[in-house]
């Protein structure tokens, strides 16, 4: 059993890969609209008289694709499973809800330390970058990006969950990714943006903006926020407040919109689980557009019909044995 777990993860996996590099617009969006931005604002810094780059940019450009990476990109990846039907067909087995989400979170956080590895190693072919790389305060910059990478995926789940179209899930991520890439410090430098404050009481409004806060202090080792206040004046610990608070709400959420999807979905399907079982794995063979991704499947249902079949026939066999003893009595 453990091996057809093992199997599974590694197939649910290649499909998300499949599905992924197939996505000419995931890819553009998601690695080179934030790499071409901050190669711009580190090429030609200063060059405005009245627009300062941030010495912070590469912090906002890693936020920034964290955000598109692990919130918009995955926001469709959850989208299309569960339009597919693709949910309903595994967790109509004895499949374990948890590993196949496990595997979803992971390739998307694979895909994002892919892109912030490059963003990093883009950044340091300027010298400004290398001397600043030096000092960043890691313990800072890893909290504020551990904490947007978990909210950034809770709330693709709620998002790619709760929307029944995927036109309305793409309005709503765009909001939360084009929003912080003009008011949070890469469209446009910080040090601009808080000239208005109208501008800055506005930015309080995207939840990712505390904890691309918290990553901007950690990279020019500020972690008090004393030079750069951010607008909290002075009271640093409040975006990892707000943080916390915004992640223990939105996991809330969460919880309830799984327990209504997949509670009413066991429901259903005790009652029609010969009628509709299918169905997601058959609208996935229709939409595979690759021999791979056919095969992917294919040896996917195999799996989970191996499964099923074992845990029926221990269903039968302790049925069998309830039927023995009574007729012993």
Same mark, same amino acid.
């Not at 060059?47 to 912070?56: C, L």
């Not at 005790?270 to 689980?273: R, V």
């Given at each position: 059993m453990r091996y057809s777990k093992r199997k599974i993860f590694k197939i649910i996996l290649g499909i998300q890969f499949t599905n992924y590099r197939s996505d000419i617009f995931l890819i553009f969006s998601g690695w080179f609209i934030t790499i071409i931005t901050m190669v711009v604002w580190l090429a030609f810094k200063n060059?405005?008289?009245?627009?300062?780059?941030?010495?912070?940019i590469l912090a906002s450009a890693i936020g920034i694709g964290t955000i598109r990476n692990c919130l918009f990109n995955f926001i469709k990846t959850i989208h299309d499973f569960k339009t597919n039907l693709f949910f309903q067909r595994l967790f109509s087995?004895?499949?374990s809800k948890s590993l196949v989400f496990t595997s979803m979170i992971l390739f998307n956080q694979l895909?994002?330390?892919v892109v912030t590895g490059i963003l990093i190693m883009i950044a340091m072919a300027f010298e400004d970058q290398r001397e600043l790389i030096k *000092?960043? *305060?890691?313990?800072?910059?890893f909290a504020g990006f551990f904490l947007l990478v978990f909210l950034s995926n809770v709330m693709a789940f709620i998002i790619g969950m709760s929307c029944k179209k995927i036109e309305l899930a793409f309005v709503i991520g765009n909001l939360y990714y084009y929003g912080p890439v003009y008011l949070l410090g890469l469209g446009i430098p910080y040090s601009t943006l808080e000239k208005s404050e109208g501008v800055i009481i506005s930015s309080f409004l995207f939840p990712q903006r505390y904890m691309l806060n918290i990553m901007a202090s950690g990279w020019v080792n500020d972690p008090r926020m004393e030079v750069n206040s951010f607008s909290y004046g002075g009271n640093f610990w409040i975006p990892y407040l707000v943080s916390v608070i915004l992640i223990l709400i939105s996991i809330i959420i969460l919880v309830k919109i799984f327990r209504n999807m997949f509670e009413d979905m066991n429901k259903k399907y005790? *009652?029609?689980?010969n009628t509709k079982k299918h169905l997601g794995l058959i609208y996935a063979i229709k939409r595979a557009s690759t021999t791979d991704e056919l095969e992917q499947i294919i040896e996917l249902r195999n799996l989970l019909n191996k499964s099923t079949k074992t845990k029926t026939l221990k269903i039968k066999g302790g049925r069998g044995n309830v039927r023995s003893k009574q007729s012993g009595n």
């Open positions: 060059a405005g008289q009245n627009i300062v780059y941030d010495s912070f087995t004895s499949l895909v994002n330390l *000092n960043v *305060n890691w313990a800072v910059f005790k *009652n029609f689980s």
